[in-house]
């Protein structure tokens, strides 16, 4: 049987007590940033343009030069001294194994907890470490129980495309109508809240419904908690799949309003390749059912996720993502991505070959943007396009399908994404839009 994070936090309970000591494995070993700058004291904004602090924080990912690397967005690439701090922790649980996870990984993991707890804003009883934002969202999906016949559940086709296939599984397990609706394009803030008002209204039975807050299709940020302060009064329950949003938009948990999100931490936030975060309001507990692995009579939010046994070097290794994220800060980090983006999609919008899928509104857009040229919709095109950008110009992208409109190219940059590289595929999108 595999050592479960419950039987390594129950393990290490004689270190969790308060004013511990927070050993030197960890404790800012490898969170400093080497050869990063002070952050100049410039409104974000401004520090966005400022060419010489990016090229110092580029420097510190060793991102490949053999392409434009524009999909950023399926996992992030761990800064240097995070892959240095993972390094170590993985020699360290590989050399010293079960000695260490049974007797001191359980004090560790509590301050990792602590850690991901203060960035989310959120207690630490209201958070659960998972594999990632799928993991935790599905979690929530299948555990929610305050549903039977008769009721509905709804979601929109920007949604990502496992939580809509969880939703549409509680057809057969709960016997609930499934609610799809396809959001506006193009959107605004007002028109996004009314298309949720219209599909409760249409549709009175809804009972939970699913709200992306980034969506990893085009870009497009829903705002969140408007919605759901609106399915609130009418008595819906909402899940956010916040997957895309953490590291990328500044918000806190309280700031969403939600209930229950599920989070990422190896996309935005850097962490190493495999963690993420379920969070559940500490007095909705009861809304989601224990995890059917957990012993009858299990509590707290840990009884409704099960993971088995835990990439232990990956959890250790999440204080230092979330140190040289804040090193920088989250304002200038949403700030540069959204910079990136405004370089090609705004220089572009208008332009008669290209359509830009996320709406001028800073509101309503982050880093990601898709994108398709005039006439092309199908899932075909819009490879073809990312094809050609990658073997006429070495930029290498995405492209997305599901949206309701038509597939679509997605541009993802990163931190380590240099203002050349945006111009180059602006040229290039120029050249493959006919002029």
Not at 72 to 88: D, F, I, K, T
Not at 192 to 204: C, F, G, K, M, Q
Not at 220 to 243: F, H, K, Q, T, Y
Request: proline letters at 5%.
């Amino acid at each position: 049987m595999g050592v479960t994070r419950r039987d390594l936090l129950r393990a290490g309970g004689a270190g969790l007590a308060a004013g511990m000591t927070v050993p030197a494995a960890w404790n800012g070993a490898g969170a400093a940033v080497p050869d990063l700058p002070p952050v100049p004291a410039l409104a974000p904004s401004a520090l966005a343009r400022d060419t010489g602090f990016w090229e110092a924080v580029a420097g510190q990912y060793d991102a490949t030069r053999a392409v434009v690397h524009l999909e950023n967005g399926n996992w992030g690439m761990m800064a240097r001294p995070v892959l240095q701090a993972y390094r170590r922790h993985q020699d360290r649980v590989n050399r010293e194994t079960s000695y260490y996870t049974r007797r001191e990984f359980g004090r560790d993991a509590r301050e990792v907890v602590r850690r991901v707890a203060a960035l989310l804003g959120a207690g630490e009883d209201e958070i659960a470490l998972t594999r990632g934002a799928t993991e935790a969202l599905l979690t929530l999906i299948a555990g929610y129980h305050r549903l039977g016949p008769g009721d509905a559940v709804l979601h929109a086709d920007l949604d990502y495309d496992s939580m809509q296939a969880g939703l549409e599984s509680l057809r057969r397990r709960r016997g609930v109508e499934v609610v799809r609706i396809a959001l506006p394009e193009p959107a605004t803030h007002q028109g996004l809240i009314d298309a949720y008002e219209r599909a409760l209204t249409a549709n009175p039975r809804v009972r939970l419904m699913l709200l992306t807050h980034l969506s990893h299709r085009t870009g497009l940020v829903l705002p969140v908690a408007e919605i759901v302060a609106m399915a609130r009064a009418r008595g819906v329950d909402v899940i956010v799949d916040a997957a895309h949003s953490l590291g990328q938009v500044p918000f806190d948990a309280a700031g969403l309003g939600a209930d229950f999100v599920g989070y990422n931490l190896h996309k935005w936030i850097g962490a190493p390749l495999g963690v993420g975060v379920m969070y559940i309001r500490r007095d909705r507990l009861d809304a989601i059912e224990p995890h059917m692995g957990e012993p009858e009579g299990a509590q707290g939010i840990r009884a409704r996720i099960h993971t088995g046994t835990t990439d232990f070097a990956t959890l250790l290794a999440v204080p230092a993502a979330i140190d040289f994220q804040q090193r920088i800060g989250t304002p200038a980090i949403a700030a540069r991505l959204r910079h990136l983006r405004d370089l090609w999609a705004e220089t572009l919008r208008g332009h008669p070959g290209i359509e830009i899928l996320t709406p001028e509104d800073p509101r309503l857009t982050a880093g990601i943007t898709s994108f398709r040229l005039a006439g092309k919709a199908s899932a075909e095109e819009n490879a073809a396009v990312a094809g050609q950008l990658l073997e006429r110009f070495g930029i290498f992208t995405v492209h997305r399908t599901g949206v309701a409109k038509g597939a679509c190219v997605r541009v993802t940059p990163a931190l380590f994404t240099r203002e050349e590289d945006i111009r180059k595929l602006t040229a290039a999108l120029r050249l493959l839009a006919g002029g």
